[in-house]
């Protein structure tokens, strides 16, 4: 019988790969359905070495000079606040009336929310493809600002409909941790609600414990994790992607998925998680079981 989803997790490890502020709703929602989370951090964010370039960007969408400000995700939200405050403004403050706002997904969206940044545009599938398949043809100015490993999808895929595009570097992606000088540091000390925090030492000894789950959260961390696989028993592991660019990721490096999220939530990586775990369906032959 299917357990109900405030049950189906019960004493389930599930390792989430964030920093502790980013892993605390998706480990609320693990906790609720009776996961055991954990975070281990992999990857952390530091401005740009050169932040000129942002801030040039930022002053001319204040100006006027976008149609479209294109976010793929929260951290970039981060990163663009950052930088404006170190201007002297804010967020908010950069985006006129009349420029629009795209969000790649419900996250992203609300962390422009949050920042006081209205949202025309949130794709319902959250990728890079989804986006570009909901935005509107050119000709216009776009702004996108992105991480230092995005690729070129959006980019090119927006250049191709008469868009022209400028991407800017907002963050770079690094091991974790970051250069405190250069961290785009958490909004907010995480609650007492986050996490456990493991080290690379502490996910040995607990894959080493058996079954367990760890969500892959981006494309970077995919890579991260499965360098560290070579030093950890995978026996028992359910790998977990939160959306179709980690699991394409995790496809070219060779490492095997349980399940892919539907959607990248609290909610959509708890069901992920559940249903990789899952015991199959006992098999029966017209109707009787052997």
């Known amino acids: 019988m299917q357990l109900p989803d405030s049950q189906d997790l019960d004493g389930l490890r ?32 530091e401005r740009p070495a ?22 793929t995700s929260a951290t970039t939200v981060m990163a663009l606040e950052a930088c404006a405050r170190r201007t002297g403004s804010t967020l908010a ?17 609300a962390a422009l929310s949050r920042a006081g940044v209205p949202v025309s545009l949130t794709a319902l599938n959250s990728s890079a493809q989804g986006l570009l398949a909901e935005l509107p ?24 409909r008469a868009w022209r595009v400028d991407r800017i570097e907002a963050y770079r992606t690094v091991d974790y941790p970051a250069d405190p000088a250069l961290r785009l540091s958490e909004p907010e000390p995480p609650p007492p609600s986050a996490p456990a925090v493991l080290d690379a030492a502490a996910y040995r000894l607990l894959a080493a414990a058996g079954v367990h789950a760890v969500v892959l959260t ?56 559940a249903g990789a775990v899952a015991p199959p369906p006992p098999s029966s032959t017209n109707g009787v079981t052997p």
């Not at 920093?19 to 359905?33: N, Q």
């Not at 560290?228 to 992607?241: F, K, R």
């Not at 660019?245 to 349980?258: D, F, I, P, Q, V």
């Open 137 to 160: 043809p050119g000709p216009g100015a776009l702004l996108l600002p992105q991480a230092s490993l995005a690729d070129d999808v959006l980019d090119a895929g927006l250049a191709g």
């Open 14 to 45: 599930v390792v989430l790969l964030r920093t502790p502020g980013r892993s605390v709703d998706f480990g609320e929602e693990l906790a609720r359905r009776g996961a055991l989370p954990f975070c281990l951090p992999l990857i952390d964010f």
């Open 50 to 71: 050169d932040p000129a370039p942002l801030e040039r960007g930022l002053e001319r969408l204040a100006a006027g000079g976008y149609d479209w400000l294109v976010v």
């Open 218 to 273: 981006s494309p970077s961390t995919a890579r991260r994790f499965f360098t560290l696989l070579e030093g950890a028993p995978s026996t028992g592991l359910a790998a977990v992607a939160i959306g179709p660019s980690t699991a394409a990721e995790a496809a070219r490096l060779g490492l095997r998925l349980a399940a892919t999220a539907n959607a990248p939530t609290p909610r959509g990586v708890a069901d992920a998680v």
């Open 93 to 109: 403050g950069a985006v006129p009336a009349g420029t629009r706002t795209a969000a790649v997904g419900e996250a992203t969206a």
